[in-house]
């Protein structure tokens, strides 16, 4: 009989890589020091690294050095590219806290300045380039439906679906961090409709005008004007943003980021009118599609200009929505009463207060915790009015 070969000792690559012996192995001279070695270690090292030094052992064993070589040389060959990802994940990490968090920084400043591959758009959207691809040509990413909103009218909503919502939740994060103007009072943080009135407190005289079906006439072309020329993205990454952010060539009612796009992707418009208002001594202010003009004075003559720049971008004003409010009448701002320079909440929020009062009375048990509710938020609504 020759030399007993090796593959009487057979391997098993099974969860926990143990060799599979029979009884005369487990007898055998040559198994018994290995025995005490790995008795020796086991309780000196943790779970995984016993397993690694386990599957060595075994390579050594079992003469399986050319398998231990191609192993080590991928090893080596995928470092490099653990370097440049662990490299990449921190410069993102860096661009992104470049300021402080809750912190507002001017626009060249913001993480999307200036982007240019989609690698890096991945790593700050907190995904993958190939998920991020797939996500785009999902064939259902919004979920349609005709809800009542705030004032009792039906609208229809276009409202993103699981992972593109998270996505533009994340977009919409970046973006609101970016320093706002003086005359946005929404979407701003720290800002709303009672900082939007506050503003007209002082002006003798004061007109509004409404944009009609801001979102969907937000064409994807300004979108894409935004990524690509205001925030100087390639142009890869700017119809990779575009694509997450629009739906059927406008924004979708529902979407997160659709307020913050709407007014960056016409910025120049907006800045525009602005400086019209400044040349004739007035006070401009923008509420999502609200726009309010006050001062001493508001010609025809300068509205007629404000809608020949809204219809040169594309857009449309309301007609029916249009107010003009004289000197000594009592104003009505973006849903507060503006009056001898005081604020105050407009009769229908008392009304609908009161409406509520009676509901509560007359209502069954389980109804009263949700109108209570409301009831509460109307009051808060009208201490935070008088406190200004």
């Known amino acids: 009989m020759g030399r007993r070969q090796s593959s009487d000792m057979e391997l098993n690559f099974q969860f926990r890589w143990r060799w599979r012996k029979t009884e005369k192995d487990r007898s055998s001279p040559r198994c018994r020091p290995m025995k005490r070695f790995i008795r020796f270690l086991k309780p000196t090292v943790p779970r995984v690294c016993w397993l690694f030094i386990e599957a060595i052992i075994v390579m050594i064993v079992?003469?399986?050095?050319?398998?231990?070589?191609?192993?080590?040389?991928?090893?080596?060959?995928?470092?490099?590219?653990?370097?440049?990802?662990?490299?990449?994940?921190?410069?993102?990490?860096?661009?992104?806290?470049?300021?402080?968090?809750?912190?507002?920084?001017?626009?060249?400043?913001?993480?999307?300045?200036?982007?240019?591959?989609?690698?890096?758009?991945?790593?700050?959207?907190?995904?993958?380039?190939?998920?991020?691809?797939?996500?785009?040509?999902?064939?259902?990413?919004?979920?349609?439906?005709?809800?009542?909103?705030?004032?009792?009218?039906?609208?229809?909503?276009?409202?993103?679906?699981?992972e593109l919502k998270r996505l533009q939740k994340r977009l919409h994060k970046l973006l609101m961090r970016i320093e706002p103007p003086d005359y946005l009072s929404s979407p701003a943080v720290g800002?709303?409709?009672?900082?939007?009135?506050?503003?007209?407190?002082?002006?003798?005289?004061?007109?509004?005008?409404?944009?009609?079906?801001?979102?969907?006439?937000?064409?994807?072309?300004?979108?894409f004007w935004l990524f690509r020329d205001g925030l100087e993205c390639s142009s890869d990454v700017s119809g990779i943003l575009t694509d997450i952010c629009v739906k059927d060539s406008g924004l979708p009612t529902g979407g997160p980021t659709s307020p913050i796009l709407a007014f960056y992707a016409y910025k120049p418009m907006w800045e525009e009118i602005n400086a019209l208002c400044e040349s004739e001594g007035c006070v401009f202010s923008v509420y999502v599609d609200d726009l309010t003009i006050s001062g001493d004075r508001v010609s025809g003559k300068l509205i007629w200009?404000?809608?020949?720049?809204?219809?040169?971008?594309?857009?449309?004003?309301?007609?029916?929505?249009?107010?003009?409010?004289?000197?000594?009448?009592?104003?009505?701002?973006?849903?507060?009463?503006?009056?001898?320079?005081?604020?105050?909440?407009?009769?229908?929020?008392?009304?609908?207060?009161?409406?509520?009062?009676r509901c509560m009375q007359a209502a069954a048990l389980p109804e009263k915790p949700k109108l209570a509710q409301k009831l509460k938020g109307l009051e808060a609504y009208l201490t935070q009015i008088e406190s200004v």
Request: hydrophobic share 35%; glycine share 6%.
């Open 62 to 162: 079992t003469q399986a050095w050319p398998y231990l070589w191609a192993v080590v040389k991928a090893m080596t060959e995928m470092l490099p590219q653990r370097i440049a990802k662990a490299v990449h994940c921190e410069s993102i990490w860096r661009r992104e806290r470049r300021v402080g968090k809750h912190h507002k920084y001017l626009l060249e400043a913001s993480p999307l300045y200036r982007l240019r591959k989609k690698k890096e758009l991945a790593g700050l959207l907190h995904t993958n380039l190939p998920g991020l691809i797939t996500l785009l040509y999902h064939q259902k990413r919004y979920r349609e439906f005709t809800a009542l909103d705030g004032k009792g009218k039906y609208r229809f909503y276009q409202e993103p679906l699981g």
């Open 191 to 223: 800002r709303s409709n009672i900082t939007n009135a506050l503003i007209h407190r002082k002006g003798k005289v004061a007109r509004t005008l409404d944009i009609k079906r801001f979102f969907p006439s937000a064409r994807s072309s300004r979108v």
């Open 305 to 357: 200009a404000i809608k020949q720049v809204i219809h040169r971008y594309g857009l449309r004003y309301h007609p029916g929505k249009e107010r003009f409010y004289r000197e000594g009448c009592p104003k009505d701002i973006t849903g507060v009463i503006v009056s001898n320079g005081k604020l105050a909440m407009p009769n229908r929020q008392h009304k609908k207060k009161a409406d509520h009062r």
